[in-house]
Every structure is written in structure tokens, then in C-alpha cells.
């Protein structure tokens, strides 16, 4: 546990100040950094294994150029990419000095060729920067290849511990290249899972403000406009009695927990009776069955929620210790619905229907569902109800109106 504290202080150091992406970009490189290190100490052991007398030089080169990795990490305090062009520096000068101690039959400079690399700490953001760095790197290794002698001042002597020292760093240069395709793949992987929270997080979101198949109409084509008519839904409106003098002498707290465990409740409802909630207006609350997909009987299932919503209301009464009552409305008829709006869209319902479900529920009395007659007779036989009489309703006339008291048994 100590161990993995260490590292992720070492993995992290200097990252604090930066966005997530960038953050984790350094993070990339300051593990590529130390892991360049740690390759330099394993080379430094095994030269040092193999021939101790022959080839201290390069020992004390190696282990002398090991201290300047420090100073990478503590360049993210500069800006995010000095790091990684002070890592080429150090790599590149150091390799250099290197294959002129011990010879360029070594192919210590053969590590020039991880450069390419760079393109992956960089970004395709920065590539003329990441090119540069290779071409300079290229050149570097054409001047080291071209101009310094196969054998160094150090030279092996034997052409095995020669095969030996060539085949260790070519196997170090493909663990390099290794390590920044590795880099590669984890940032592409860790983008596209990033991508499919975000994705999975927006339908969430839209799935929550839209019906579901208007969803998948506005993902299909977002610049389709949606406008249905439908030649008969059913809207139910439920309004919570005597709720605004409660809340106005209620805490904002308490007064959105009152309302949440009320509509919660309601929601419940209308997901179990396959009913679309269209909207909350402060205290009330609007449902719609028959759309956006057609459903036959849908005059029926808004009728059941209707009375499952009285006996919800006597259940959280009696759990809130205080009366909780409400008035519903209920029509049937033809609507207009769809989405309006280019910024927090909603679908929405419009029409004569809407209008006198809203004027049942406002002009009915506490604790009871108001229907019209329109209603009644789409819900036939299989419910009771009593009847009130003819009615004023504003903005309406004079209309025949109902009661709706339960099922026929």
C-alpha cells in the first residue's frame, strides 16, 4: 500500500493546476519519464554485471545522467508540454554522450529511434511541435551515426559483449516503443469510455425529459420538427389543495421535499399505467394517455392512475401527518403535441382538450376526480360514476359534468 502511495505521488506530481485532460496527458508522461529512468538503472546494473572494468565509463555516465529526470516533473510548473521537450533533451544529449564513450557498434543511440513517440504526450493538437522534436532527434542520430567511431574509448573486448550490449538496447528501444503504443492505445481507450459516460449520460438525460420515441426521433434527425396531432388522448391535471398558503409559511427545503415525495409518487403511477407525464406547473401536476404512441384504452389507464392517486394521497396523509388532498380533471379529446424550443427542450401538449382537462380540475372539489362527459363515455361501462350536473366552467359554457367514483365491480 505504501508502494502504490509513492508511485501515484510520483505518477501525479505537478498535475494539480491542470484540466482533466491535460492532467492526465502529464501523468502519461511522467510515468514514460520514469520509466526511462528505471531503464537507465537496469542498464547501468547490467553493464555494470557484465564487465565491470571494461565498461565503468559508460556506468558512470549512465548513473550520472540518471539524476536530470528529475527535473521533467517539476517542469509542469512551467506549462504542460516542458516536461516532455526537456525529456527529449536530456535523452537526446545523454544518448549522444553515451554512444561517443562506448561507440556507436553499441547502438546506445539506437534509443533516438523512440522519438516518434513523442507525437503520443503531445496530442495531434501539437504535432508540428511533436515533428519537430523527431526531426531534430533524426538529425541527432545522423550525426551520431555518421560522425562518431564504432569503437569508444571503452571498446568491449570481445565481439560477444559487443552482440550483447546491442541486443540490450535494442530490446530497451522496443519496451520504449512498446510503452508509448501502450500510452496510445489507454489514452484512446479511456477518451472513447469517457465519451460512451458522456453519451450514455445525455440519452439518460433526454430520456428523462422526452418520451422515448421522441428521442430517438430527435437523435435521428435534431433538425426534424416535431408536431403530432392526434385525434384523441386523454389529459389528467392534479393539483395538491390548499398547497400555496403552505408554502408560503414553509422553508424553500422543506416546501421542493413536500412536492418531490407527492410527484414521486405520481411518476410512479404513470410509468406503471404506461402514461406520459408532460409537465409539473408549481403545485400541479399534468399526465397524458394515448401519446406520443397511440394506446388503445387509454382513457381507462388514466382513469385507474386517477384513482390510485386518491388512495396515494391518503397513504402520504397519514405518513406526513397532516391532510393532503387534491383535485383532478379529466378530458378526452384531440390534441396537438411536440417539442418547442432550441435551449431545455420539452415536449409538450396543446389544444382545446388540454383546456378543459386544466378548468375539470380547477372547477372540481377537494379529494375528488371531475370528468366530462366526452370522458365518461370513452370509459363505457367498466367505471362509476356520479353524476354532478351542468356546470359554468370559464372560458367553456355551461357543461355536463361527472364525478368519477371507482370501478364497476
Excluded at 534509443?111 to 532527434?137: E, K, Y
Excluded at 415536449?347 to 386544466?358: I, K, L, M, P, Q
Amino acid at each position: 500500500m505504501l508502494s502504490n502511495s509513492v508511485l501515484a505521488r510520483i505518477v501525479n506530481y505537478g498535475t494539480d493546476n491542470y484540466s482533466r485532460g491535460t492532467a492526465r496527458r502529464l501523468r502519461q508522461t511522467n510515468a514514460f519519464n520514469g520509466f526511462i529512468f528505471v531503464l537507465y538503472g537496469l542498464f547501468a546494473a547490467f553493464y555494470a554485471s557484465v564487465d565491470w572494468h571494461a565498461l565503468r565509463p559508460l556506468v558512470i555516465a549512465i548513473v550520472a545522467t540518471m539524476p536530470l529526470f528529475v527535473i521533467p516533473p517539476i517542469l509542469h510548473r512551467v506549462n504542460d508540454y516542458a516536461a516532455m521537450l526537456s525529456i527529449a533533451v536530456i535523452n537526446g544529449g545523454a544518448l549522444a554522450l553515451l554512444a561517443y564513450i562506448v561507440g556507436t557498434a553499441s547502438g546506445v543511440h539506437f534509443f533516438l529511434f523512440a522519438a516518434p513517440a513523442a507525437i503520443v504526450f503531445f496530442g495531434p493538437h501539437h504535432v508540428r511541435v511533436a515533428a519537430f522534436i523527431t526531426v531534430c532527434i533524426l538529425v541527432l542520430f545522423l550525426l551520431v551515426e555518421l560522425y562518431f567511431p564504432p569503437q569508444g574509448s571503452i571498446a568491449p573486448a570481445s565481439p560477444t559483449l559487443l552482440m550483447g550490449i546491442r541486443a540490450a538496447c535494442v530490446s530497451g528501444v522496443i519496451g520504449l516503443i512498446f510503452m508509448a503504443v501502450y500510452f496510445a492505445i489507454r489514452m484512446l481507450e479511456n477518451a472513447e469510455a469517457a465519451l460512451e459516460r458522456e453519451l450514455d449520460r445525455s440519452e439518460g438525460l433526454l430520456l428523462n425529459l422526452m418520451p422515448t420515441s421522441i428521442a430517438s426521433r430527435l437523435k435521428n434527425d435534431p433538425n426534424e420538427i416535431i408536431a403530432d396531432h392526434f385525434d384523441e388522448v386523454t389529459i389528467l391535471f392534479a393539483d395538491i389543495v390548499g398547497f400555496t398558503p403552505r408554502a408560503s409559511q414553509s422553508p424553500p427545503r422543506e416546501v421542493v421535499r413536500y412536492l418531490n415525495r407527492v410527484f414521486s409518487e405520481f411518476d410512479r403511477l404513470a410509468e406503471k399505467h404506461r402514461l406520459e407525464k408532460i409537465k409539473t406547473i408549481g403545485d400541479a401536476y399534468m399526465v397524458a394517455g394515448g401519446m406520443p404512441d397511440p394506446q388503445v384504452g387509454h382513457a381507462a389507464d388514466v382513469a385507474n392512475m386517477a384513482l390510485e392517486i386518491l388512495d396515494v394521497t391518503r397513504k402520504l396523509s397519514a405518513e406526513l401527518h397532516e391532510d393532503l388532498a387534491v383535485r383532478v380533471g379529466i378530458h378526452t379529446g384531440p390534441a396537438v403535441a411536440g417539442v418547442i424550443g432550441t435551449r431545455k427542450l420539452f415536449y409538450d401538449v396543446w389544444g382545446d382538450t388540454v383546456n378543459t382537462a386544466s378548468r375539470m380540475e380547477s372547477h372540481g372539489s377537494a379529494g375528488r376526480i371531475q370528468v366530462t362527459e366526452d370522458t365518461k363515455r370513452a370509459l363505457g361501462e367498466a367505471f362509476q360514476f356520479e353524476k354532478r350536473g351542468t356546470v359554468e366552467v370559464r372560458g367553456k359554457g355551461e357543461m355536463e359534468l361527472y364525478y368519477l367514483t371507482g370501478l364497476t365491480e
